[in-house]
């Protein structure tokens, strides 16, 4: 059974022993291959001529054992698409087949197992609501695939409650994801699924993306993990199997960010917010009285500057809770309380 740990009396101390900590988590952290076969387009022959066919490619990223039978968290787009998918232990030079057990794409969560093991190293999970910004952290990960077993980077926690739009590599799918811990150690590709610790060895995030690029500067030393409190909340809807699909808030609008363009042509008020662009009949947004050339500019009180901010802000609402929209029309600021509804599937 995996370990669960709500005691966080020490989980804010900066990390001193760094090699204590690698000593109770390194063994539970494995390293996942899985092949992903696509359809190549037809036409590709000479002079356009040729039938098609499959290109494989073998993506690489990380895990973490929850329990001594072999069940293991990673991040759904390290498995997703898959055809295949081996775990290697730590230390071990044996590939072992893996199945995915249930997914989350919408968190980014998957399960997934592997058979005929027992009394597997396990890791214990911390309280992610319990951690504060420049708390010491450790990430551990299978960083670029590079051969002669996991990197291991330091930091400490830069910001939390973070939003991020990416893209799955494998079904191109947009996942809007929220409420990520930030931290500065250093996260690359392959380190996807694998454990972000506090001092105490405690699993309190799981490493998920980095951040390339903001506008036209280059990111440094900007990396993103999903919460534990998250994960937990989920393993036990995973192991149900197939697709989790947890309901979802849901305003009902269509928009875009305001731009300068937009202001001056239609005289809007504000300099930014998220724009109403169409308002869809029987939505929730419909019924409370929103308009397209409307200006979302708050949320309850939290300032709204751009489309993805309402996105974000958004998935931390359940359906059926009502929200106060502070709106634009015109040169009029309106309050306008909105009962958000369920996300239809797909959106």
């Given at each position: ?163 991020l739009t990416t893209q799955d590599p494998n079904s191109g799918a947009t996942i809007t994801l929220a409420d990520l811990l930030q931290t500065d150690a250093a996260i690359n590709p392959g380190n996807s699924g694998g454990p972000l610790v506090n001092s ?148």
């Amino acid at each position: 059974m995996e370990k669960f740990s709500g005691n966080t009396s020490l989980i804010n101390q900066r990390p001193a022993d760094i090699q204590a900590i690698l000593a109770k988590v390194l063994p539970a952290v494995v390293t996942i291959k899985s092949t992903v076969v696509t359809q190549t387009p037809s036409g590709g022959g000479f002079f356009g001529f040729g039938g098609g066919g499959t290109q494989t490619s073998l993506d690489e990223g990380t895990g973490m054992i929850i329990t001594s039978d072999g069940q293991i968290v990673t991040n759904n787009h390290v498995v997703s698409g898959a055809s295949s998918i081996t775990v290697n232990l730590n230390g071990s030079d044996k590939d072992l087949p893996a199945k995915v057990v249930g997914t989350d794409p919408s968190d980014d969560v998957a399960l997934i197992q592997v058979t005929g093991e027992a009394s597997l190293p396990t890791v214990s999970f911390g309280r992610s609501a319990a951690v504060k910004v420049g708390d010491g952290v450790v990430a551990i990960g299978n960083a670029l695939g590079l051969s002669g077993g996991p990197t291991v980077t330091a930091g400490i926690i830069s910001a939390e409650g973070r939003g991020l739009t990416t893209q799955d590599p494998n079904s191109g799918a947009t996942i809007t994801l929220a409420d990520l811990l930030q931290t500065d150690a250093a996260i690359n590709p392959g380190n996807s699924g694998g454990p972000l610790v506090n001092s105490r060895g405690q699993v309190i995030g799981m490493n998920s993306d980095e951040a390339v690029n903001a506008g036209s500067a280059q990111a440094q030393n900007i990396g993103f993990a999903i919460p534990a409190d998250t994960i937990t909340h989920l393993v036990p809807l995973l192991r149900k199997g197939g697709t989790v699909t947890l309901p979802r808030a849901y305003l009902g609008i269509q928009g875009g960010d305001e731009t300068p363009q937009q202001q001056q042509e239609y005289g809007l008020t504000p300099s930014t917010g998220a724009l109403v662009e169409a308002v869809p009949p029987t939505t929730p947004a419909a019924k409370a009285g929103l308009q397209p050339g409307d200006v979302i500019v708050s949320l309850d009180g939290s300032g709204v500057a751009a489309w993805d901010d309402l996105t974000q802000d958004l998935r931390g609402y359940n359906p059926g809770q009502t929200v106060t929209l502070g709106v634009y029309r015109g040169s009029k600021l309106l309050n306008i309380s909105v009962t958000l509804g369920t996300a239809p599937s797909g959106s």
